[in-house]
């Protein structure tokens, strides 16, 4: 069964990056044919999505986002990761990652992680 | 791109049926065959309950489908019951490697 799971700090400070790290079991993330997402809703809000990675390496970002975020790939750990890089306040959410099936739904999430940020 | 727009909130009545609304653009909703539908209890991860407009994963019971007229898709939960209030959130592709969410329903059961 698959499974995810978030990891990393839940504080960061205002203009450093945010880095996150989802641990994916019950399944290659190198040799399957999905995409690897990260989703993140800030308190009271909505869902946001952020971006995504192939299984073979190649990213994709929101325009929202794009400036400053990175997604990668882990395959020696079955991971993959989220940089959020100059972060304010507005940044302050649960991020959760999530498995991406073509052609596009989200399915399994990982239970989320908070990161909160505040100096 | 912009979020997809749906009600805050919905509400109805154990039994009865309720509609929620996803309205886009004909550069998202109305292109694409690719709307999900996801229920969000309370300090809970989301969790898939339609996919590709009108599809049910294993395990989602019958009592929710999913449409699409034009720019608009749809959920419906037919014989509401109390464990479906929830939040619940469409998405959409918007082309471009690019996905959007709507703003999110409440939907309380009475």
């Known amino acids: 069964q698959l499974q995810l799971q978030e990891s990393g700090p839940g504080l960061v400070k205002p203009s450093e990056t945010l880095s996150l790290t989802c641990s994916v079991s019950?399944?290659?993330?190198?040799?399957?044919?999905?995409?690897w997402v990260w989703i993140r809703q800030s308190p009271g809000k909505g869902l946001e999505w952020i971006g995504s990675?192939?299984?073979?390496?190649?990213?994709y970002y929101s325009p929202s986002f794009q400036s400053r975020v990175t997604v990668s790939l882990d395959t020696s750990k079955n991971q993959f990761s989220l940089k959020l890089s100059s972060v304010t306040a507005a940044d302050t959410a649960v991020y959760y990652c999530v498995r991406q099936v073509p052609p596009g739904w989200y399915d399994p999430w990982g239970q989320g992680t908070l990161v909160t940020v505040s100096s | 791109q912009s979020a997809l727009t749906q009600p805050p909130s919905a509400s109805g009545s154990p039994g009865q049926s309720v509609t929620i609304s996803c309205t886009g653009t004909?550069?998202?909703?109305?292109?694409?065959?690719?709307v999900s539908w996801y229920q969000q209890h309370p300090g809970k991860a989301p969790k898939l309950m339609i996919y590709e407009v009108t599809k049910r994963p294993s395990g989602v019971p019958d009592r929710f489908s999913g449409s699409k007229s034009g720019n608009t898709a749809s959920l419906t939960v037919s014989g509401l019951q109390a464990e479906d209030e929830a939040d619940y959130y469409c998405n959409s592709y918007v082309g471009g490697n690019n996905w959007v969410f709507g703003g999110g329903t409440k939907l309380t059961v009475l």
């Open positions: 019950g399944a290659s993330i190198s040799s399957s044919n999905d995409y």
């Open positions: 990675i192939y299984s073979r390496g190649s990213t």
């Open positions: 004909s550069s998202d909703v109305g292109s694409y065959n690719l």
